[in-house]
């Protein structure tokens, strides 16, 4: 018999805020988090504006920032929120054995040298023999004189993971995934499934990234997936909307605390939600593109409602991938309504991407979350900048306003290039 997985303790810095709350209320507020673009100079991009954290530092948990320096942003945005998230469980004040707590992420890359690599290419390129485009050798001489090791081991999507094992004493397993937009998420399933055989009594999970480099948007550029909508930024992210051009990237990390039921009780720790179910499939399709008939998140969302042992009717709300991209959004639309019924009318579905933007690895859990408080406050989070309606996305995506209506079970989807579909639902706690 699978032990039963709850949710003890949550964490998030994101652009809506540096704290779940402060998220939840700028969501249900429908404020935006989008701006230009500050970390770097993108004023040469045809994408000049992104969802950044703003206003945080590592010294705001108390952590040292001289041992944080050469460490990513990823890793110091997952020492926040996870941080948060130990704390709201208190799970560490009680008499925990440490090899039975683990860590399962989705994290991104972390730390990008773009100076060094400047350098190198530029050094490669001004000492070239007769037809040779670049000098190997004298790319490899700088390179060896400016890395710095350090700095480079913090690329390595693994070290947020194995940073906050040594904050909290995590002996237990470890591991991280980098499935794109669904790793946090997945990294979640994973995590219950391990709590669920029993191989660990507490997982800290979640995700977190950052792509505002200038690598990350010159490859989202170029696939033609970022909005250019400059001129506005807070109305650049457009999910479902006929005059939709891509999505905004933002950055942040969210942790939660999963636990099994047992070890939560025995221990009376508050319990804001449980893990009900679980679904994970391929498009086996295309990398950057979606199935056109939506197989892959048709089947993820039916194989996680059958593994929560319910039926698509008692599933009050859907937190949609909802990127605010052409082909996404008018096939999760399509998926929607062949797992829960045509028409207008049906679920309730919205994106909360429209306000913070897309988190990539770390968009998961943080909407994860976000289903967490609407079942907690019976409230609804909107799509804002939904105008211009799109025949091709006919559902109820809680246009431009938060909705109070009853709210048990929500379903959150979660769909990565390179195919990778995940959904999970979550409940308000029933003993």
């Not at 829960?340 to 919205?350: C, D, L, M, N, R």
């Not at 409230?379 to 109070?404: G, K, Q, S």
């Amino acid at each position: 018999m699978r032990r039963r997985v709850v949710i003890t303790g949550i964490g998030s810095i994101n652009p809506m805020g540096l704290d779940v709350e402060t998220v939840w209320n700028g969501l249900k507020e429908g404020k935006s988090g989008v701006g230009l673009t500050t970390i770097f100079d993108a004023s040469k991009f045809p994408t000049k504006i992104s969802a950044e954290v703003r206003d945080w530092d590592i010294t705001d948990i108390g952590e040292d920032p001289q041992l944080w320096e050469k460490r990513g942003r990823h890793s110091r945005f997952a020492a926040g929120a996870a941080k948060q998230a130990i704390e709201s469980s208190g799970i560490l004040t009680k008499d925990l054995d440490p090899v039975r707590l683990g860590v399962y992420l989705g994290s991104g890359e972390g730390n990008q040298d773009f100076e060094s690599f400047t350098r190198m290419v530029t050094a490669g390129i001004a000492n070239t023999s007769a037809g040779e485009p670049l000098s190997i050798a004298e790319f490899t001489r700088v390179g060896l004189e400016t890395l710095d090791p350090m700095t480079e081991l913090e690329q390595e999507p693994n070290m947020p993971a194995g940073h906050l094992a040594s904050m909290f004493d995590a002996q237990g397993p470890n591991f991280n995934c980098l499935t794109a937009c669904a790793a946090s998420s997945q990294a979640i399933g994973e995590a219950t499934e391990i709590i669920r055989r029993g191989d660990a009594d507490a997982m800290i999970s979640g995700g977190t990234h950052s792509m505002i480099h200038p690598f990350g948007v010159t490859g989202f550029n170029l696939l033609t997936a970022l909005s250019t909508r400059n001129d506005e930024p807070h109305r650049a992210s457009r999910p479902f909307d006929r005059l939709r051009d891509g999505f905004v990237l933002g950055e942040g990390a969210a942790m939660v605390i999963l636990e099994a039921l047992e070890h939560a009780q025995a221990r009376g720790a508050h319990i804001y939600g449980e893990i009900l179910g679980y679904g994970t499939t391929a498009d086996a399709y295309r990398i950057t593109d979606i199935h056109p008939e939506g197989r892959g998140a048709i089947g993820c969302m039916k194989m996680a409602i059958a593994d929560a042992g319910i039926s698509p009717s008692d599933v009050d709300y859907i937190n949609a991938h909802g990127t605010s991209t052409t082909v996404n959004d008018k096939v999760e639309t399509k998926a929607c309504k062949e797992v829960f019924g045509e028409g207008p009318t049906g679920k309730p579905v919205s994106s909360t991407k429209s306000m913070m933007g897309h988190l990539i690895a770390a968009a998961g859990v943080t909407e994860l979350i976000v289903c967490l408080m609407a079942i907690r406050d019976n409230v609804l989070p909107p799509t804002i900048n939904y105008e211009n309606p799109d025949p091709l996305c006919d559902l109820d995506y809680v246009p431009n306003e938060a909705r109070e209506t009853p709210c048990n079970i929500a379903l959150n989807n979660s769909f990565g290039f390179g195919g990778q579909n995940i959904s999970l639902v979550v409940g308000g706690f029933r003993d």
